[in-house]
């Protein structure tokens, strides 16, 4: 008799919904949270190559902090692809534009750069207030 590795299939993983509270939260700290449980590696099952990950929904985003003088000196940027199209935002103007964001791209740089990290990236639903619609889905609150 062999011993075969177990390979987790899609249909394998009963999807979980979970309610993370980020209020207070180090940004870094929470998001490698948030991206260990968005792409599964918490559940026993995991496989590299298969979505076993849970869905998160993430409140409180604009009450997340960051340390040391990184409000000011951690800048975001992004390229219009034209020459000198390169715009550049720091963090504090970018928590009072758009506070979802800061999580979203943090999550974003931890998940694989494949076409499984961005479908683990589209259960990730991010709420800069303590109100979400996903109540349906039955989210169970995850303290981390």
Known sequence: MKNYTYSAKRTDNPEKWY????????????????????RGKHNPMFTPHADTGDW????????VTLTGRKWDQKSYHRHSGYIGGLKSI?????????????????????LPKNRLGRKLFKKLKVYSGPEHPHAAQQPETLEL
């Open 90 to 110: 720091t963090a504090r103007k970018l928590k009072e534009k758009r506070p979802e964001d800061l999580i979203r791209f943090a999550v974003k740089g931890m």
């Open 56 to 63: 998160v929904v993430v409140v409180n985003a604009d009450k």
């Open 19 to 38: 309610v993370v509270n980020a209020e207070g939260a180090v940004l870094g700290r929470l998001a490698t949270q948030i991206a260990s449980r968005l």
